[in-house]
């Protein structure tokens, strides 16, 4: 049986101090032994957010970084830096971060074997355009983003990793995807991940739905059997987060 994991993605929002108030509104609230919760928090939020989470079953993750562990690469944070921070997870590849800051499928391949060699886990984000959708190459494209992201992962790895399926259509638009919509797409995701590796990978993989997921969307969602949980912008933000976490 695979564990569920809700993660929140806060995005560009909360300053320092904010955030500290934030964990510790939420703290209470997304208990839950069941399920993985991870609160991904911006850089400059990430110190006090690993340090107010202590003794929470809180664990922490960045929105990004950079695949090199040091050097020149003004602006950048490194996975040496987050895993001496205590960050246990990091997203990669977010389509905000493909649209305006110019991942691709190569760089965020480079993250991902830096994150595992870190022991940091990747949450790898994936998903199609309205137009692809409606072109009728939603599989195509997801599948070329899944195949290019783990280039050269290990089964050992991969098994490990978490994937996100966020269709940017859904993605701040209060439109979520249908339950079967995403169910249909996380079930190829999983036999994507089957023809890469072996059943066996694909079955301890997880593979989380984001885009609008709110308090009432999560249940039919976290139910379906190829969905393992949620990435979650908008809502996590707020006391709902608690409500989702405890969807059931
Ligand atoms: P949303 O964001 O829940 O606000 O749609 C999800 C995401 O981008 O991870």
């Not at 032994?33 to 079953?57: H, M, Q, R, W, Y």
Request: hydrophobic share 40%; with cysteine; proline share 4%.
């Amino acid at each position: 049986m695979r564990k569920k994991i809700i993660a929140g993605n806060w995005k560009m929002n909360q300053t320092p101090s904010e955030a500290v108030d934030l964990v510790n509104t939420l703290k209470p609230l997304v208990k839950n032994e069941e399920v993985d919760v991870v609160f991904c928090v911006p850089a400059i939020d990430l110190l006090a957010a690993v340090e107010t989470a202590k003794g929470s079953n809180i664990q922490i993750g960045a929105q990004n970084m950079y695949f090199e562990d040091k050097g020149a690469y003004t602006g950048e944070i490194s996975p040496v830096m987050l895993a001496a921070a205590g960050i246990k997870y990091v997203i990669l590849g977010h389509s905000e971060r493909r649209e305006y800051f110019a991942e691709t499928n190569e760089t965020v391949n480079k993250k991902m074997h830096k994150a595992f060699e870190h022991g940091i886990t990747p949450i790898m984000c994936c998903g199609e355009t309205l137009e692809q959708r409606e072109q009728g190459v939603t599989m195509d494209f997801i599948r070329q983003q899944v195949k290019v992201g783990f280039l050269n992962i290990t089964s050992e790895q991969a098994k490990t990793a978490v994937i996100a399926y966020e269709p940017i259509w859904a993605i701040g638009t209060g439109k979520t995807a249908t339950t079967e919509q995403a169910q249909e797409v996380c079930k190829g995701i999983r036999m994507c991940i089957a023809e890469i590796y072996d059943a066996s990978v694909a079955e301890a993989i997880r593979i989380q739905y984001g885009g609008s997921v709110n308090a009432e969307t999560a249940p039919e969602l976290f139910a379906q059997p190829d969905i393992d949980g949620g990435l979650v912008g908008g809502a996590s933000l707020k006391p709902d987060f608690g409500k989702i976490v405890n969807y059931k």
